[in-house]
């Protein structure tokens, strides 16, 4: 990975990190979650899950825009990060009580489905989409109407020549 691969990702983490930190800050200011000392609930563990799916889309979006090449890639890449950064929150919340144990292990699980969903949507609206593979490639052509015009007249073609009469 070059400088500007490596910029893309560190970007997208970095976007996630400060903005959804920034939302707690403010979800906790104004009441709407606990004081940072007590746990949160389950509907909250759903608010904050919603949010940070959100903003992790957005993330990986950016890092998609910001790759030199390969746009998916590296919103994959920011992806199995996320998954990294996960299970390290997995690890050092699990026993002090901070909300339910769900929690953190869906916020790992999640970091690749939603890179991918940005990545994806990066894609769309650039144009910069992948080749597609040749099963993709063989299904459309099969699909064509003019080919299939274009096969049967071959066809019909070649028996009309050969010496097959049925």
């Not at 063989?138 to 274009?150: E, F, I, K, N």
């Amino acid at each position: 990975m070059n400088k500007k691969s490596i910029w893309a990702v560190v970007a997208g983490a970095l976007v996630i990190i400060v903005v959804t930190t920034l939302v707690d800050i403010v979800l906790h200011a104004t009441g709407v979650f606990p004081p940072m000392n007590q746990p949160i609930s389950d509907a909250l563990a759903v608010l904050a899950t919603s949010y940070r799916v959100v903003i992790s889309i957005g993330g990986a979006w950016l890092t998609a825009r910001l790759a030199p090449d390969k746009p998916m890639k590296h919103a994959m890449i920011l992806g199995y990060v996320g998954v990294a950064l996960g299970l390290v929150g997995v690890v050092a919340t699990w026993n002090l009580g901070l909300g339910p144990r769900w929690y953190p292990i869906l916020l790992a699980v999640l970091a690749i489905p939603q890179c991918w969903a940005g990545g994806r949507i990066y894609e769309m609206q650039s144009g910069k989409r992948r080749r597609p593979t040749l099963i993709q490639s063989t299904l459309v052509r099969a699909a064509d109407p003019t080919l299939q015009r274009r096969r049967a007249d071959i066809y019909l073609s070649y028996r009309a020549n050969s010496n097959l009469k049925t």
